[in-house]
């Protein structure tokens, strides 16, 4: 199993990114899979899932409205659209998937969103 995110970076409050998580080594669109965030000094939390064949989503409640989670099972990549950015959500990203028991995680990746 492997993971390789991108699309992290420094952008103003009101701004936009968007992440991305190619995976590998697995059946990706056969299995739920997540976008968690860890700020400093802070435990990691759910951000947003999205389910395997089905592709229905669920959001924590401090992105509702804001971010979008989405899937490619053709490229095997998993997405995060961020839309009004606000400093709150400055932390590392990260990917992940449940299989088996075992939990899976990206690399992470950095959002910053400060002026």
């Known amino acids: 199993v492997q993971f390789v995110e991108s699309g992290g970076g420094l952008v103003q409050p009101g701004g936009s990114l968007r992440l991305s998580c190619a995976a590998s080594?697995?059946?990706?669109?056969?299995?739920?899979m997540s976008w968690y965030r860890q700020a400093p000094g802070k435990e990691r939390e759910l951000v947003a899932t999205i389910s395997g064949p089905g592709g229905r989503t669920n959001y924590a409640d401090s992105v509702k409205g804001r971010f979008t989670i989405s899937r490619d099972n053709f490229k095997g990549t998993l997405y995060l659209q961020m839309n009004s950015l606000q400093p709150g959500d400055t932390a590392v990203y990260f990917c992940h998937v449940t299989m088996s028991g075992l939990d899976y995680w990206g690399q992470g990746t950095q959002i910053t969103v400060s002026s």
């Open positions: 080594g697995f059946a990706s669109s056969m299995y739920a």
